[in-house]
């Protein structure tokens, strides 16, 4: 079974778009690439938001808080693609973790904030919706996909997921 969009949004919904190892909020990618281009077209510098290959120098944000579904059991151990294996991790935890168990993992430290942690948290994914209805045609395949998959999930305007 493969990782579908619909399956790797119910985790991330599940998981509050919140890093399962580290408790900081992650972001959903395709709106960082959208935005970096709605900020080119209003005359500023929006390099550094993105890069598909997530490089830290053109990308800090995702390389640390880039959203990836992590496997519990890892698919080298035996692990399988299922909603009960999954969750979601930053990018930077997930390479930490790499193929090892879960349980091997050293838990880095909690993020703790004042006022605890976030509780409506969406990834940017409403972004990333607002800013690919505005431009459907310039939608790579792979977003056109991800608009379509957030449109049949329980997403809505209202603000609850």
Known sequence: MALTMKLRL????????????????????PSLRLLQEFVN???????GYYHRNWINDDA??????????DHIRPIARGGRDTEDNLKTSCN?????KNDREESSLQPRR????????????DGLSRVFV?????????????????????RESSFDRVGRI
């Open 10 to 29: 119910r985790v991330f919904q599940r998981d509050k778009w919140i890093c399962s190892y580290c408790g900081r909020p992650v972001v959903f990618h």
């Open 130 to 150: 607002i800013l690919a209805d505005r431009t459907p045609d310039e939608l790579t395949a792979q977003e056109k996909r991800w608009r379509h998959a957030m």
């Open 41 to 47: 077209e209003h005359g500023f510098d929006g390099s």
């Open 92 to 96: 930077k935890c997930n390479a930490l």
């Open 110 to 121: 909690q993020v703790k904030s004042k006022y605890g942690a976030p509780m409506k948290w």
């Open 60 to 69: 800090p944000l995702l390389d640390y808080l880039g959203a990836v579904i």
